[in-house]
T-cell receptor
Framework: GEQVEQRPPHLSVREGDSAVIICTYT??????FFWYKQEPGAGLQLLMK?????EINEGQGFTVLLNKKDKQLSLNLTAAHPGDSAVYFC???????????????FGAGTQLIVIP | DAGVTQTPRHEVAEKGQTIILKCEPV?????LFWYRQTKIQGLELLSY????????DGGAFKDRFKAEMLNSSFSTLKIQPTEPKDSAVYLC?????????????FGSGTRLTVL
């Protein structure tokens, strides 16, 4: 089955610096990819979802890169600010098949701290 | 529209007790998930319902964990009997269930402490 590894588990950067979080996956049938942000005491909120057809996806203050050849997904925060401090999760979904219908495979999460 | 609502926000139980956690998915959503979140294990799938039918249950959790969808707008997760190792945040999530790329919406979770 799908294995998703996320690194680093903890990341501390200064305000204005960039931060990079990387996920690697194993299933070549993975097609949909998600990044979620979790603030303290809250559930996970979608940051961005990307499809295997698009390699570079830009959001507000961050970029998501998808490297299908290496089965790698990265979240790059440019000019991080204290409000970005949270736990970030990647999630990977394969094309729906049988009993695995609809299941997401999550990374273990990255605790990001942005120091003012 | 209201998001996913989970109650209670916090629960403290003695070892051996039965506790019931509640979840109301986003109105109109067909898929509902229960996850357990701990620092060590991360997010672990407990149950997955599609249109009230149980599609998957986390194999390791079968014996003491039981999730039910009584109707399309309400689900419960029962833990019986509780053990200290069950201390975790329990998250409920839902989505419409019409396409593979849909966003999963999470509730704020229930933090369970078992003494």
């Amino acid at each position: 089955g799908e294995q998703v590894e996320q690194r680093p588990p903890h990341l501390s950067v200064r305000e204005g610096d960039s931060a990079v979080i990387i996920c690697t996956y194993t299933d070549p049938n993975s097609y949909y990819f998600f990044w979620y942000k979790q603030e303290p005491g809250a559930g996970l909120q979608l940051l961005m979802k990307v499809f295997s057809s698009t390699e570079i996806n830009e959001g507000q203050g961050f970029t998501v890169l998808l490297n299908k050849k290496d089965k790698q997904l990265s979240l790059n925060l440019t000019a991080a600010h204290p409000g970005d401090s949270a736990v970030y999760f990647c999630a990977v979904r394969t094309i729906d098949r049988g009993s695995a219908l609809g299941r997401l495979h999550f990374g273990a999460g990255t605790q990001l701290i942005v120091i003012p | 529209d209201a998001g996913v609502t989970q109650t209670p926000r916090h629960e403290v139980a003695e070892k051996g007790q039965t506790i019931i956690l509640k979840c109301e998915p986003v109105s109109g959503h067909n898929d509902l998930f229960w996850y357990r979140q701990t620092k060590i294990q991360g997010l672990e799938l407990l149950s997955y319902f599609r249109s009230k039918s149980l599609m998957e249950d986390g194999g390791a959790f079968k014996d003491r964990f039981k999730a039910e969808m009584l109707n399309s707008s309400f689900s419960t997760l029962k833990i019986q009997p509780t053990e200290p190792k069950d201390s975790a945040v329990y998250l409920c999530a839902s989505r419409r269930g019409l396409g593979s790329a849909e966003t999963l919406y999470f509730g704020s979770g229930t933090r369970l402490t078992v003494l």
